[in-house]
């Protein structure tokens, strides 16, 4: 990953060491044409066939628009992707099908909720952001979403390793101290200091697991709450601080057999027009320890402590999401705790991790 003070140059430099020579296929959409051009024009002055795929901004990031791709010419041995999350997304599945490599080229410091999947399969071979655009974008908002979902997410793995006995103190720590300087006092209106922390976060971050922030960010897009993952990351962060907070502030509760997760599988299935077995299934093999219910007991005043922090910031980083979005943010209305995201929290267990918070809340019963 690689901040560029000189675009063309970076990325001629970035394809000669992958190539010297060669078919490379451009990605971009048509709000991004401009950036495209400029990403490949000194790589033109070179004996490369340079092909375009323009997507029209609009463009459902799927399987089948990622055919699109895919379906490009059989000579092709590289794919530029020029834009952002969009981009990054339809080559992430176009090469699972074609097992190319990919570069990315965006001006956004919005990095797909923090990293792009950096980590893991199918990432970019590298990641070059545009420095003379990164000023220029309204993404901050989105910025300041990811951020406070991944924080709720390092949050809710702390609780996780407690219950599972996992001793990996140290590296939680320091993603969470890095992302606690950017939060500071929950008023994120410097850019440099969100651009940097994102940044600096892409290449620190490594998730072992799917959390709860990333599911439900996924199914708010999927019941039309908002198609911006920005948005749908605050407002998972927002909605998990609550959810999660009131769960920890249960100071007396009986131990219970954990409740009969088919209700919740079936609206579930209902919610997001699913089959109930693909639900169940995820279920079925789950052994509920007794002993985490004790564990829970032991850690929950530190770890409220911890969550009413962030809750007493919330008020500032919703103030300072809007101030970055062009519409100030007035069409997100009440979705912040709107019965649509309820209902998904309380139906979310059967598909987050067996020891999230979500999950235990489900054998916990207040007296």
């Known amino acids: 990953m690689q901040v560029s003070e000189n675009l063309s140059s970076d990325v001629a430099n970035t394809v000669a060491d ?71 997304s339809l080559l992430c599945k176009a090469c699972k099908k074609r097992p190319l490599t990919y570069a990315l080229v965006t001006n956004s410091p919005f990095l797909y909720g923090v990293g792009y999947a950096l980590k893991g399969g199918q990432a970019p071979i590298k990641l070059l952001i545009d420095k003379c655009g990164k000023d220029g974008f309204g993404d901050y908002a989105k910025c300041v979403g990811a951020i406070l979902a991944h924080r709720v997410s390092l949050w809710e793995k702390k609780y996780i390793y407690y219950m599972t006995g996992i001793q990996q103190y140290a590296s939680l720590k320091s993603e969470q101290d890095l992302l606690d300087n950017v939060i500071g006092d929950g008023q994120m209106s ?36 908002t198609s911006d993952r920005g948005e749908s990351m605050l407002l998972t962060g927002i909605a998990l601080v609550k959810y999660f907070k009131a769960v920890m502030s249960i100071d007396e509760y009986s131990l219970i057999t954990p409740a009969d ?9 209902k919610i997001l027009g699913a089959d109930v077995s693909d639900f169940i299934g995820m279920v079925k093999d789950r052994k509920f320890q007794g002993k985490w219910l004790y564990i829970h007991c032991e850690y929950r005043r530190d770890l409220l402590k911890e969550i009413e922090e962030l809750d007493a910031k919330l008020l500032n980083i919703i103030k300072s999401a809007k101030r970055f979005m062009p519409d100030v943010g007035y069409h997100l209305g009440d979705d912040y705790d709107c019965n649509s995201i309820i209902q998904l929290i309380y139906n979310l267990s059967p598909i987050v991790h067996e020891c999230s918070p979500i999950a235990m809340a489900d054998a916990l019963l207040g007296e």
């Open 261 to 269: 997760v088919s209700s919740r599988c079936r609206a579930l299935a």
């Open 190 to 225: 410097d850019t440099a200091r969100l651009f940097d922390g994102m940044l600096a976060y892409a290449k620190l971050h490594d998730e072992p697991y799917k959390s709860s922030a990333e599911i439900l960010a996924e199914l708010i897009e999927h019941v039309n709450l």
């Open 18 to 88: 992958i190539m010297p020579m060669g078919h490379i296929c451009v990605c971009y959409l048509s709000g991004d044409k401009q950036l495209a051009q400029k990403a490949i024009e000194e790589v033109s002055e070179f004996e490369y066939k340079i092909t375009c795929v323009e997507f029209p901004d609009e463009v459902m990031c799927n399987d089948e628009s990622a055919l699109d791709i895919v379906n490009g010419d059989d000579d092709v041995r590289l794919f530029l992707g020029v834009g952002g999350r969009e981009i990054a």
